[in-house]
């Protein structure tokens, strides 16, 4: 079993007194430094000078500054723009301003675990991960409680830094729900596997046959919808609120029998061993290596594989009716 910290189990004594610097505004960004900063704790911002979230950053009440500044005026480092940008303004802005005693914390393992960023042996290397977007990660904050975390330690100079992790996971108000101590290892390849296996890659295909199935048979392409993808939600919303008997006991009887008996025709045994194969892909860095190379090219084929996915008959039918369900203007 894991271990699992709490609000009693944690203190902010590791960062109290020191300078948290922000790197990056975004979704993860915005939502860290508000409730950091709602803790108590002293949080400045480090952003592109030209970029968009400046003034945003200041209207909110940061101490703006260029990243490289930030930097340097941090004690711990949050670094929290997305990972494909890491490397470079790691070397450029972070690295020369690391100095020993430091503490660089992530939110994701990827750069860390496969060598993109190579930290100095005097600092410390964090991960606080939380396991929602940046706006859930405020809204539970706002409302006295918060959303699960992971934490993990790479590398513990001072000998403190799993303290100053679950430091900061508290002042982001995680330890009110629970913070799972982990590896950069096993949060990244496990983030990547689910997310190419079920949450986004398995979640898509599957929804997209099973719209294409159903208006190849003859159904209305606006009632395959409602079907294949609107519901799926409603489903989702029950398992993650009941788990999964208690979706079952939410259904109808006929629900229940059709899907625990044809359920695993479809996702048979042959497809849990294509979801192995992506597990030895991931864990044997050759997709890490395959995406940093698309980055690298300018990602032509990520943007050609959005652009298709854009024009499926499922995103058109679907931008249909999230306006006829007030989702969408």
Known sequence: MVKVYFDTDVSLDPIKDKTIAVIGYGSQGEAQAKNLKDSGLNV???????????DKARKDGFEVHSIPEAAKKGDVILFLIPDMSQPEVYRESIAPNLTKGKTLDFAHGFNIHFKQIIPPKDVDVVMVAPKSPGPRLRETFVGGFGVPA????????????????????????CTRAGVLETTFKDETESDLIGEQTVLVGGLIELIKNGFEVLVENGYPPELAYFEACNEAKLIMDLIYQKGITGMLQAVSD?????????????????????MRRVVENVKSGAFAKEWIEEHRKGEKKLKKLM???????????????????????
């Open 307 to 329: 652009e298709e996915i854009g024009n499926h008959e499922l995103e058109k039918v679907g931008r249909v009716i999230r306006k006829m369900a007030g989702l969408e203007k």
């Open 150 to 173: 992971l934490v993990a330690v790479h590398q513990d100079f001072s000998g403190k830094a799993k303290g100053t992790a679950l430091a900061i996971a508290k002042g982001l108000g």
């Open 44 to 54: 400045i911002v480090g952003l592109r000078p030209d970029g968009k979230s400046w």
């Open 254 to 274: 006929t629900a229940k029998y059709g899907g625990l008996t044809v359920g695993p025709k479809v996702i048979d045994s042959y497809v849990k061993e294509k």
